[in-house]
Structure formats: structure tokens, C-alpha cells
């Protein structure tokens, strides 16, 4: 392990040399030390300093992202090597999106760490977009997405389908219709997720194919706040069936097809491609697999 390129990530982590001295459990001065070392290694300023604030330089930009790869790898090797000759065991770096991450995973992991109680998953929701780009840079084990991801350098695997479904409140004049036709919904507002979703991207889709254009469209970063907005009568919009349960429990939500329009897509796991996976990744791999006979995803 490279212990300055550590020191320096932690820095500009925290943007504060002794809160990185604290999470690192060294001294201020030797913080101080290894950004020095640093910055005479490669004659350049790193950071910009001041009473209140640590900045990183142009230099320091570049110098942080491929730090990040490189400890990550340093991490990944170490643990492919222990698990040589002991039980899997460790961190293991999950992102997750959004609705397989909140109403799914939790369950999924908590049975998990029964079953493997030496590992420890870290969840990180994320939306697609995102997380694709973190395991790219190494900075997550694996992900899990909705829908369509096409990268040359991962290896996508589905492993179970959601359906996506029309929800609308109960005081809504389409609550009486189990069916809808598209078109009919034109000049709804639709209350649907940011740019960069999985969910977005499949509403998106469907319009696409539809050459259908909304009157007006709302973006909300949450499904929760989706839901609360149109449980309030201000739009309508698709979701996760996962994601409803509760509210379909309680009739707070009233749920519809779309005619024709059946929205089908795949939960995906995501992992770098590569001969040497560590053994937690690939446990749980199985493990989820498995897990996606059982009646959760029905």
C-alpha cells in the first residue's frame, strides 16, 4: 500500500489535514509529510491550502482519480490473495439502484450475512449512470441495475425481471380503469425520475416507441417523493411494482396497464470483466442468483 497516495486521497476526501490525520490515525505533521513528498515527487503543486479549506489543484485532480484506481487495486489484490488461504471475508462494495436497492436488497442482505457472517457488504444507492461509472474506476465490487447497460469492459448477467406499472391516486378519475391507452394520458403531468435512472430511461423508451410527448413532465430524484406527489393528486407515473407494495396494501396508490405497452425489464447484476473475481463476490453472486427463484421477485 502506498501509504502517501492513501494520505493524499484522504485529504481531499475530508479537504481538511486534520480531520484526514484523524480518520487515518496519524499525526498532523505526518499528513503534512506525505503531501510534501508529493508534491516534490511530482513538482507540482497538489493542493490548495488555507485556514478554512483544502482545494485540489488541477494536478491534484488528476493525481486523486487514478489514486482512487490504484488503491482500489491494491485493496482487490490483497483480498484475492488472502482468500488463498482463509475464508472469504472483508468489505464487499455493492452499489445498488435505487429501487432494487431500497426495497429489495435489504432482505437480500441481511440473509446474506447469516449464511457468511465474515463479510460485510457496503451499499451505495446509486443511480445507473452512476454506479456504471464507479466500477469503471474500480470504486465498487459489483452493481445491480434495471434495464439495459452495454460496456465493452463489464460483463452484464440478468438475474430477474420487474414489472413497471401506471400509478395514479385514488381520487383520480383513471382509479375506476384497471387499463389506459397511452394517448389518453397526454395531458396528464407525468411525475417521473432524473436523467441518469434506469426508471427514466425506460419511460423514456416507451414514449420513444410510442411518439408520445407528454404535456408536462415533473422530475423528482426519489421514488418516495414520486409516490407522496402523485398519492397527493399532483400527477401521474410509473414505477417498480416493488416499490408500491405498501402503498397497493393500504389502496393509498391505484395501479393500471398500459395498453399494449407491457413494461417488462430486467434486474442485472454488473461486475468488471476479469478471470479473478474475489471469492465474496462471486458467493454472492450465487447466492442472488438463487435467491431470485424465491417468491421476493414474484
Known sequence: MDYHLLTFVTVAEKKNFTRAAEALHISQSAVTLSIKVL???YELKLLDRSNKYVRLTKAGEILYQ????ILSLYDRMNRLIDEMTHSA?????????????EYLLPRIISEFTEEFPLIKPNIAIR??????????????????????????????????????VLIVSPRHPLALKQEVELHDLKDETWIIREKGSATRQAINQLFSENNFSPSEIR????????KESVEAGLG???????TIRKEMELKSLHTLRIKNNPMIRNF?????????QPR???????????????????
Open 236 to 242: 401521474i407515473s410509473i414505477l417498480s411494482i416493488h
Open 268 to 276: 442485472c447484476y454488473v461486475i468488471p470483466k476479469t478471470d479473478l
Open 89 to 101: 471475508s472483508g468489505i464487499l462494495t455493492i452499489g445498488s439502484s435505487y429501487t432494487f436497492g
Open 127 to 164: 443511480n445507473s449512470h452512476r454506479i456504471i461509472s464507479q466500477l469503471l474506476r474500480g470504486e465498487l465490487d459489483l452493481g445491480i441495475v434495471e434495464g439495459i447497460v452495454d460496456n465493452p469492459k463489464l460483463h452484464i448477467q440478468p438475474f430477474a425481471q420487474d414489472e413497471m
Open 280 to 298: 465474496s463476490v462471486s458467493l454472492f453472486l450465487s447466492f442472488l442468483e438463487n435467491y431470485s427463484t424465491l417468491d421476493i421477485f414474484v
Open 219 to 226: 422530475s423528482f430524484g426519489s421514488s418516495q417523493i414520486i
Open 66 to 69: 487514478h489514486a482512487k484506481q
Open 39 to 41: 508534491e516534490k515527487q
